[in-house]
């Protein structure tokens, strides 16, 4: 069984519409998988949709944008009740923090000397409520000021870049808590990835599962090496938690990340289920179902 727990679609910073995701997912041989858009929920009716017609399991999901000591880390929060209000209202803060630092990145990329307008970024951005850093990649890669993306963020705007603007995220232990309280089930994405494994300690997780009731961490990740994902699946063994694997896949947004690069062993998939079928009855919240065929 193949189940890839992380994927975005053009309704945030993926390339894929959302029914063409579902279909290469199927394409490709997957059995399960989630959308997890960026501080957003609004792929999740198409993305059943679509999953129902091909036959494929979907899994509703969000990445929620958080930051520990001024670091970003990302929650990844599976079947919450998007409706649960004080979750939805932080998302769009989240949002539009996103969107507000658009024309000052403009801003200081023109103080650069280098050509992009609001109106650049925003075309590129058609269909989502969650404009960001990506966008602004995608728009420089447009106009030809770079080959692509990871180039974009290398050069410009990627955390300590000249082009880099922060932003409101949520502190992670407030974000597990919203994700618990709306049904679903909270697990850190690539916590030793990017510049996140700065803060993400092993004390780190331990403290969030016992303060916090974090659920999982993603192992299986390809911002992970071999020893860090080693050693992280023995953290979460340790600790008792879920671990999970997954592409983070962007379409053509991210090279090296295609769809079942990396998944989810099918225990793990169950324990998560369960894990959120407890959460939901305790919650009362309105948690959306997984699809299976």
């Known amino acids: 069984m193949r189940i890839d727990l992380h994927t975005h679609s053009n309704r945030s910073d993926g390339t894929d519409p959302v029914d063409v995701l579902i279909a290469h997912a199927k394409r490709d041989g997957l059995d399960v998988i989630a959308l997890t858009d960026h501080d957003t929920a609004d792929g999740w009716a198409e993305g059943r949709r679509a999953a129902e017609e091909l036959g494929i399991g979907f899994v ?9 000591h001024g670091i970003a880390v990302h929650l990844l ?22 969107t507000d630092r658009i024309p000052s990145i403009v801003a200081r990329l023109n103080g650069m000397g280098v050509e992009l307008t609001v109106d650049d970024v925003l075309a590129q951005a ?24 990871g180039e974009a963020f290398d050069r410009f705007l990627a955390d300590g870049r000249p082009g880099h603007v922060s932003h409101y995220a949520i502190e992670p232990g407030r974000a597990i808590d919203l994700v618990r309280a709306a049904g679903g089930v909270p697990v850190i994405a ?4 990017r ?5 993400v300690t092993a004390e780190t997780i331990a403290r969030l599962v ?22 992280l699946r023995g953290i979460a063994q340790d600790l008792g938690i879920i671990w999970t694997g997954s592409s983070d896949h962007h379409g ?42």
Not at 60 to 68: F, V
Not at 77 to 91: C, K, N, R, T, V
Not at 190 to 193: E, L, M, S, T, V
Not at 255 to 284: C, M, W, Y
């Open 126 to 149: 058609t269909g989502t409520p969650s404009v960001g850093r990506p966008h602004v990649a995608d728009a420089l890669v447009a106009n030809g000021t770079v080959a692509d993306r």
């Open 77 to 98: 929060g599976y079947l919450p009740d998007p409706s649960y209000q004080p979750l939805a209202e932080e998302l769009r803060i989240v949002r539009d923090g996103r």
């Open 210 to 231: 016992a303060d916090h009731g974090l659920a999982g961490i993603e192992v299986d990740h390809q911002d992970h090496s071999p020893q860090s994902r080693e050693t």
């Open 190 to 193: 690539h916590p030793w990835g």
């Open 252 to 293: 053509l947004g991210k090279i090296n990340h295609e769809l079942g690069v990396n998944g989810t062993d099918p225990e793990q998939f169950q324990r998560l289920l369960e894990v959120a079928k407890v959460n939901a009855a305790a919650s009362g919240a309105d948690a959306p179902e997984v699809y299976l065929p």
């Open 195 to 199: 510049s996140s494994h700065k803060v």
């Open 60 to 68: 509703p999901g969000i990445e929620i944008s958080c930051k520990l």
